[in-house]
């Protein structure tokens, strides 16, 4: 919702600009020698490590990630119900439940072979298998 209503702001758009810690602004070139995990990717699984990871303390953590910055835009379309099951374990689920479309079934389009400049649905499938989850799609 954040990006719909005034554009996007890397963090939790719920904390207000003043409050906010500024994001160190990458690339962040002074790397630590050495680190008890090196997670390589911010994608949900590097994350979902480090996040979990960041509950010890103890255990030096750093992410490296090729791209220059922050994403400006997402790259997947939503949220899987098992994924939400992990955002739950993190108590992070929420307000991506309570702010985001729940999905309930999928619709595949192709090319209309007779009007070539619109698109066609084919077929619709439900999104995940009743009883597979508390959670839905997002």
């Known amino acids: 919702m954040q990006f719909h209503l005034n554009g ?69 379309d939503g949220i899987s119900c098992r994924t939400m099951e992990i955002m739950e374990a993190f108590n992070n689920s929420e307000m991506l439940v309570k702010e985001a479309y729940q999905l309930h079934q999928n619709a595949f389009w192709e090319p209309n072979s007779e009007q070539p400049n619109q698109i066609k649905r084919t077929h619709k499938v439900a999104d995940a298998r009743l009883g597979l989850s508390e959670f839905t799609h997002c």
Request: charged letters at 20%; glycine letters at 8%.
């Open 8 to 76: 996007f702001k890397p963090g939790n758009y719920q904390i207000p600009d003043a409050a906010r810690k500024p994001a160190p602004i990458p690339p962040i070139k002074d790397l630590p020698k050495e680190v008890d995990v090196l997670i390589v990717g911010c994608g949900p699984a590097g994350l979902a490590l480090a996040r979990q990871l960041a509950e010890f303390p103890d255990i030096s953590t750093c992410i490296v990630e090729q791209k220059a910055g922050p994403m400006l835009f997402g790259q997947a």
